[in-house]
T-cell receptor, first 114, second 113 residues
Framework: DAKTTQPTSMDCAEGRAANLPCNHS???????VYWYRQIHSQGPQYIIH???NNETNEMASLIITEDRKSSTLILPHATLRDTAVYYC???????????????FGTGTRLKVLA | DAGVTQSPTHLIKTRGQQVTLRCSPI?????VSWYQQVLGQGPQFIFQ???????GRGNFPDRFSARQFPNYSSELNVNALLLGDSALYLC????????????FGPGTRLTVL
């Protein structure tokens, strides 16, 4: 059922951009890509989502390749508080019309270094 | 504004027992989803409910069931507990099934001995 693959861990210097890649080569045309992060066993926190176009909000930017087989989450100026596990998720249509499943990957553990 | 709340925070059960976990969504949110997160892994989707109807189901055995009440709160039931059911159970709410952002609660930590 896995739809995404991510590196297990990454380090980033404080103040620098953190670029987190995700592979979703089997994604279908109407399936969205979401990013969430989870800080130390708290509930995951929504970051951003996209379908085809690149997206930007106050937290991050999402770059989706033209073939939609991969994407990159960019935290433009990483801080120590951005240390967390980052999940790339695909929202998959369920068997019945109007139903969905959210398929989490194994996540990337990002460590921001002072 | 109150976020998603879950109860209890922690729970210890023995094999074969049954457990009920509770979730209250953010006010105004009509959709609730349940996830299981085993230590060291990403959350696994169990159920999604909207307007008291099941709208999504993950690959979990029939020992897992859920329901949503008229006030949009939800319960997750697990029967005949196994050691492998030990996990953090997360509830997430959203305005509707197709609404993009899900808000997660802090979870219920279930330990099965």
């Amino acid at each position: 059922d896995a739809k995404t693959t991510q590196p297990t861990s990454m380090d980033c210097a404080e103040g620098r951009a953190a670029n987190l890649p995700c592979n979703h080569s089997t994604i279908s045309g109407n399936e969205y890509v979401y990013w969430y992060r989870q800080i130390h066993s708290q509930g995951p926190q929504y970051i951003i989502h996209g379908l085809k176009n690149n997206e930007t909000n106050e937290m991050a930017s999402l770059i989706i390749t033209e073939d939609r087989k991969s994407s990159t989450l960019i935290l433009p100026h990483a801080t120590l508080r951005d240390t967390a596990v980052y999940y790339c998720i695909v929202r998959v249509a369920g068997l019945s019309s109007g139903t969905y499943k959210y398929i989490f990957g194994t996540g990337t553990r990002l460590k921001v270094l002072a | 504004d109150a976020g998603v709340t879950q109860s209890p925070t922690h729970l210890i059960k023995t094999r074969g027992q049954q457990v009920t976990l509770r979730c209250s969504p953010i006010s105004g949110h009509k959709s609730v989803s349940w996830y299981q997160q085993v230590l060291g892994q990403g959350p696994q989707f169990i159920f999604q409910y909207y307007e008291k109807e099941e709208r999504g189901r993950g690959n979990f055995p029939d020992r897992f069931s859920a329901r949503q009440f008229p006030n949009y709160s939800s319960e997750l039931n697990v029967n005949a507990l196994l050691l492998g059911d030990s996990a953090l159970y997360l509830c997430a709410s959203s305005l509707a099934v197709t609404y993009n952002e899900q808000f997660f609660g802090p979870g219920t930590r279930l330990t099965v001995l």
